[in-house]
């Protein structure tokens, strides 16, 4: 007599593997990406930060180049500084922008004055061994810059060569204006400087967004560059 083999209790069994391999793997896929995330993160974060430790360290090259040419006779500043974007967000994830920041500021009372700034530095900062190799400059201006005694400006955009951030040099010329907030007006380019001196300044900024405060935090970037 043959015996008949009930398969039907096997069935429940399959169901339960089923249910369980649909409830687990969105678990051990969640447990995935957080072990991507403890991995991945602090890799990330030591490639962000190397890079900009080499922005800094380039910056600085061409700024001990720029003070050298400049022998004391103006006084040229040099910071690296970070933002965080997101401070007055609640619950926002830092958003951190850093910089490096070359610069001088003085009054000036002629376009020759100024022509013979713009002639004494930017051949420095055009050749400088720093930027990614450009086959023609890029150099803009505004204002009648340096044809007249005018609110106006000239600037050149760069690639930093090791970290591909983006550079800008930038001169400019300001009237002075006590009856604004700042005490300069910066933007009504083409008038003429009324007052027998202008506010000038210079500076060379590379800047980028960081996944970390990888220089020193300040709140803006005023004190540090110009505003325009």
């Known amino acids: 007599m043959s ?3 009930n398969t039907n209790k096997s069935v429940p069994r399959q169901i339960v593997k089923a249910l369980l391999i649909i409830l687990l793997t969105p678990v051990a896929l969640i447990l995935l990406f957080i072990l991507y995330l403890l991995i991945s993160t602090p890799i990330y974060n030591k490639i962000d930060k190397d890079k900009f430790t ?3 360290s ?10 050298t040419a400049s022998n ?3 006084d040229w500043r040099y910071m690296a500084v970070c933002t965080d974007n997101s ?5 926002a994830a830092s958003d951190y922008y850093c910089m490096t920041s070359i610069s ?3 009054t000036i009372s002629s376009v020759s004055e100024l022509n013979a700034l713009h002639a004494k530095y930017y051949p420095i900062v055009e050749k400088s061994d720093i ?3 450009h086959e023609l400059a890029n150099a803009q201006s505004l204002g009648d810059f340096g044809d007249k005694f005018n609110v106006s400006f000239a600037y050149n955009d760069y690639k930093e060569l090791k970290t591909d951030i983006g550079c800008t040099y930038r001169i400019q010329l300001g009237q002075i204006d006590k009856t604004l907030r700042n005490g300069i007006d910066n933007n009504n380019f083409g008038s003429t400087i009324t007052t027998k001196q202008g506010d000038f300044f210079i500076s060379i900024r590379c800047d980028a967004k960081a996944s970390g405060k990888w220089y020193g935090l300040v709140d803006d ?3 540090v560059i110009p505003e325009i």
């Open 3 to 5: 015996k008949t083999i």
């Open 87 to 91: 401070k007055n967000i609640v619950l």
């Open 54 to 56: 080499t922005l800094d």
């Open 72 to 74: 004391g006779a103006d």
């Open 221 to 223: 970037t005023s004190n």
């Open 104 to 106: 001088t500021k003085k």
């Open 58 to 67: 380039q910056s600085r090259s061409l700024y001990d180049q720029i003070k």
């Open 131 to 133: 930027w990614a190799k």
